[in-house]
């Protein structure tokens, strides 16, 4: 998918500007990293191109293949996690994943059970989300990113509580992403975005 950003700022509640007069062309394909101090507005602008926030002023266009996607379908487009993002902790490992999997595609036709495979997590099917680790719990969220079909990745600090083996996991999780769809990664952790070619810093 293509962003293109045109004069795009974002402030809450009418107070003071956290970025303004953006323009940016995010092309397809690419790995982008947006990084910058604390407070700086990694997360807001994350949120911003995901539809999640509205830009205070300025446009986002999107497109697919030269097709524009309209903002109330870019929802099936998007693959987003992040540390905030919200499980349902009510739900066991294997009600999450198949909940999931009802209103978004999964990539590559996987089971639950493969899925679950795939994020090291197998043995805890019928663990409650509550009872994960923090860093269960964010291998869960990005692994539902991962193998979600999207033509948008955004992550947020993407390696947030997760330990060694999971930041190797996370390096093999984006190495193994098809070639096509745009990742931006919000961070401040050089071995969460090293592979991007681009660095956009904010701030
Ligand atoms: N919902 C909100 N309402 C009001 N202000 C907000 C809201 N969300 C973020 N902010 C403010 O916007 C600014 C940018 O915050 P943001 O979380 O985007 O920064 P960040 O660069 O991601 O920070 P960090 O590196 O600490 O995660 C901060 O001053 C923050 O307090």
């Known amino acids: 998918m293509d962003v293109i950003l045109q004069n795009i700022g974002k402030r809450y509640a009418n107070k003071e500007w956290i970025f303004k007069d953006l323009n940016y062309h995010f092309c397809s394909g690419e790995r982008i990293a947006l990084t910058g101090n604390n407070g700086s507005g990694k997360s807001t602008l994350l949120k911003t191109i995901g539809g999640m926030v509205l830009p205070s002023k300025g446009e986002i266009a999107y497109k697919l293949d030269e097709n524009t996607i ?7 487009h998007i693959a987003f996690a992040s540390p905030y993002l919200e499980l349902i ?5 294997l009600e999450m994943v198949t909940f999931h999997f009802k209103f978004k595609k999964s990539r590559n036709q996987l089971s639950s059970e493969d899925l679950i495979q795939k994020m090291y997590l197998e043995g ?7 009872n994960f680790s923090s860093g269960m719990k964010q291998r869960l ?8 079909e999207a033509s948008l990745i955004l992550l947020d600090e993407p390696c947030s509580n997760l330990d060694r083996r999971g930041y190797d996991w996370y390096h093999e999780q984006i ?16 071995e969460e975005y090293q592979f991007c070619k681009e660095i956009i810093r904010l701030g």
Not at 89 to 93: A, P
Not at 124 to 130: F, L
């Open 70 to 76: 309209a903002a109330d379908q870019l929802l099936h």
């Open 124 to 130: 805890n099917e019928n663990k409650h989300i509550k």
């Open 89 to 93: 902790e009510d739900f066991t490992l």
């Open 141 to 148: 969220k990005l692994g539902l990113c991962f193998y979600t």
């Open 175 to 190: 190495e193994n992403l098809p070639k096509a769809p745009l990742v931006i990664i919000a961070s401040n952790q050089e």
